[in-house]
């Protein structure tokens, strides 16, 4: 590719976090002041951890509109869009951010163990279909200040675009933002997503899905349960003082859920619908609350 595609974040101040000791005592803080100091400690420029599948030829955009969850065609040049690679039943296969490149060319971006899965995915359905597809060894980065150029990224719910080119650059990882993804609501592979993990669970019938594009594999389930039911548990964001991957969330005496990442304050987990916005909850033998 020969050149980078910027992501910027903003510029952001240096120094410790202000409130660290109020977020770990579990004290109340409201989701836009969390999200405002906490981006005042992050780096400007954060080093993303992706995996990258470029799709070429002249069947590429029908290929793509016929294998994934959310319209693709209409994409313009330069433009992204969010959406899943799943299996017939519905299971994820792999999230994605499609970038349309040109009329004919692609970049899927997902996570790096999941590049060569993509790949040989799309490979296997491809058929007649006169499209290439192939895993690129592109580096990413995320900038919190406009770069000029790349797509936006509201993964960490600040104002942010993601660039990626062909040389690494020397810049901090994305765990320096995982207290603001944590914040924005945002599941990670590995972490609040994998296989067994139902779109609708996770959020993402509302971000990666479309509901009057053509058929894709999983369409029927996904739209089965959007138009007559409903999951049974969904991803939450939970105010609590400190809570670890894999504590059990109880009300009362009854578990309702699973923290499945966690920072000072803040954490992540699914937990069953039937819970109250406002039910006092335990994690690990300390109040919580659903934020």
């Known amino acids: 590719m020969g050149r980078w595609v910027a992501i910027g974040i903003g510029r952001l101040g240096g120094g410790c976090f202000p409130l660290l000791s109020e977020l770990a005592s579990g004290r109340r803080v409201g989701a836009g002041a969390y999200t405002s100091q906490v981006a005042t400690t992050v ?25 994934v969850s959310n319209e693709v065609v209409s994409l ?16 994820i ?24 899965t993509v790949a040989s995915t799309l490979a296997r359905a491809r058929f007649a279909a006169k499209c290439e597809i192939a895993v690129e060894p592109l580096s990413g980065l995320l900038h919190l200040a406009d770069p000029g150029g790349g797509i936006p990224n509201d993964d960490y719910g600040v104002e942010a675009w993601e660039t990626w080119g062909d040389v690494p650059a020397d810049a901090p990882g994305a765990d320096e933002l995982e207290a603001l993804r944590i914040e924005a609501g945002t599941p990670r592979w590995g972490k609040e997503l994998d296989e067994t993990i ?45 809570a670890q991957p894999g504590d059990e969330i109880a009300l009362g005496e009854k578990v309702v859920g699973r923290v499945t990442s966690a920072v000072p304050g803040r954490a992540l987990g699914y937990v069953r619908r039937e819970v109250p916005d406002d039910a006092v909850l335990e994690i690990g033998g300390a109040e919580a609350r659903l934020h």
């Open 43 to 67: 780096p400007k420029l954060v080093r993303l951890h992706r995996g990258y599948v470029r799709v070429s030829g002249p069947d590429a955009a029908d290929f793509l509109e016929r294998m």
């Open 76 to 91: 313009e040049p330069g433009e992204a869009r969010q959406a899943l690679l799943l299996t017939p039943k519905s299971r």
């Open 93 to 116: 296969v792999a999230p994605l951010r499609v970038v349309r490149e040109g009329s004919e060319t692609f970049l899927l971006i997902t996570e790096p163990e999941l590049a060569d």
């Open 198 to 242: 139902l779109p609708a669970e996770a959020g993402l019938d509302a971000t990666h899905v479309s509901f009057t594009k053509g058929c894709y594999p999983g369409q029927e389930p996904i739209a089965r349960l959007h138009y007559r039911g409903r999951p049974n548990r969904s991803l939450r964001v939970i105010e609590a003082a400190d």
